[in-house]
């Protein structure tokens, strides 16, 4: 009798053992949820889409301002100082607002840059050109709180530097700007 009591209760305690309780999954996946949300709470994925943007429209700048350098070395002229490229005067200095899109088919021909840059118009108008016959400066305003804050966005959009005290990461009144 002991022998048949003992077979009978070894398979009930070797079923019950096995897989988890519900409230072992319960516990395990509040745990999972807490830590997803405080990663997404520190990553803050927002922020990083408005870096990637202001990357790209400050690599954009670069490249335009470096197309430019090359093109004057040529031709000794910016392309929009011997007949423009419809440009208008800046009021408060003796400098060009060259409009950006009509400068890129003289630097397209002429093989400083690639066609395919005149098809980012999203990026193309977030940047400000300000140029002379002999000298450029693009500029944009960053989106991403790290970007304001960095030390070299202290321009107007003009080129012109400004108070520094009114930057940061808050700030909308101070630009990024190349030369």
């Known amino acids: 009798m002991i022998k048949n009591l003992s077979k009978l209760l070894r398979p009930i305690a070797i079923t019950s053992q096995k897989g988890f309780t519900l409230i072992e999954l319960l516990v395990v996946i ?4 807490v830590l997803a949300a405080a990663l997404v709470a520190t990553i803050d994925p927002f922020e990083q889409l408005k870096k990637a943007n202001d990357a790209n429209v400050k690599n954009t700048a670069v490249e335009f301002i470096n197309a430019n350098i090359r093109y004057y ?3 000794s002229h910016m392309p929009w100082a011997p007949n423009g490229c419809n440009q208008g005067a ?30 980012v ?48 990461p808050a700030s909308t009144a101070c630009y990024w700007c190349s030369q």
Do not use: M, W
């Not at 509040?30 to 949820?33: A, E, M, P």
């Not at 800046?90 to 840059?113: F, K, W």
């Not at 970007?147 to 520094?164: A, E, H, L, W």
């Open 90 to 119: 800046n009021p408060t200095s003796s400098a060009l607002y060259p409009n950006l899109t009509d400068c890129l088919s003289s630097l397209v021909v002429d093989g400083e840059i690639k066609a395919a840059f005149t098809t």
């Open 121 to 168: 118009t999203g990026v193309l108008s977030a940047i400000t050109i300000n140029g002379t016959d002999t000298d450029i400066t693009a500029c944009f305003q960053p989106l991403s709180k790290a970007q304001r804050n960095d030390g070299n966005t202290k321009f107007d959009k003009n080129g012109r530097p400004i108070d520094t005290t009114l930057c940061g």
């Open 30 to 33: 509040g745990i999972l949820g």
């Open 73 to 75: 070395t040529t031709h």
